[in-house]
Each structure stands twice: as C-alpha cells, then as structure tokens.
C-alpha cells in the first residue's frame, strides 16, 4: 500500500471518531480497498462499510474530496433535531418522485428529508 493511503486512511478514522460518524469514511475506505494496512481499528472499518437499509448513504459514486466533504459536515440520515431536518434547510433538494432520497446544493449525494448537517440553513420565510 502506498504511503499516501495509509495516510487518508488514518485521516479519515480519526475524523469519523472525532465526529461520531463512521459510515462515510468506512464506505470511501471501502472503496480504497479495505482495511490491509494493519493501523485502522479493522471491526470499526468492516461495521462501517456495512450497507445501511433504506438509507441515503451511498456515496459510492462520489470522488474522495465529495466524501470528505459530506463526512466533514457530519451529515447524518436522521437529525438529532427535530427542528433542523434536510427538508426544512434552504439547500434541499426534493426527490422529483416525492419519495426516496433528494440532493442537497450543497454537498453531493443522496440525502434524507430527515437527515441533517451541520451547515443547516433555515428556509426563508
Ligand atoms: S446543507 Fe446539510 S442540512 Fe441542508 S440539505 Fe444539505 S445536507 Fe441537509
């Protein structure tokens, strides 16, 4: 493994641990191969990568920085507040067909009405 992977890699642990989120991280670090460089905590990168049921969490099609980005900004599918969801934030964008996941202007990826992050704009009124 190149130097520059073992590197992102530990980049990328500590941020998902540091902001209580692993799901992001564990599906880009999924997507660079797994976990064979022997320093990520191997369980937590495996749970992570594990496929999330009627989520708005595949970031498979994104580029490292897409990812980095929506980790960075903790974007969750359920918002810890009942106040601040993805639905109510001016940068949502709703599914045409009413139902699944929207967009956000903001970051890149499917996103939940439900989710949240932490650059939550509230709608003009
Ligand atoms: S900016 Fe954050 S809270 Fe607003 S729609 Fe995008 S992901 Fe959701």
């Known amino acids: 493994m190149k130097r520059d992977d ?3 890699r530990k980049f990328l642990v500590r941020l998902s641990a540091a902001t209580g989120l692993s799901v992001g991280a564990g599906a880009f670090l999924a997507a660079c191969g797994g976990g064979d460089s022997g320093s990520a905590p191997e369980a937590e990168v495996a749970a992570a990568a594990e496929p999330v049921a009627m989520g708005c969490t595949d ?12 980790t960075s900004l903790q974007y969750v599918d359920e918002t810890p507040d009942a106040d601040k969801t993805c639905e109510g934030c001016a940068l949502f964008v709703a599914p045409e067909s009413g139902a ?3 967009t956000c202007t903001l970051i890149k990826g499917p996103i939940a009405a439900a989710g949240y992050c932490t650059s939550w704009a509230a709608l003009p009124s």
């Open 6 to 8: 073992i590197t992102r």
């Open 100 to 102: 699944g996941c929207g």
């Open 59 to 70: 970031v498979s099609g994104l580029t490292d920085p897409e990812v980095l980005l929506r």
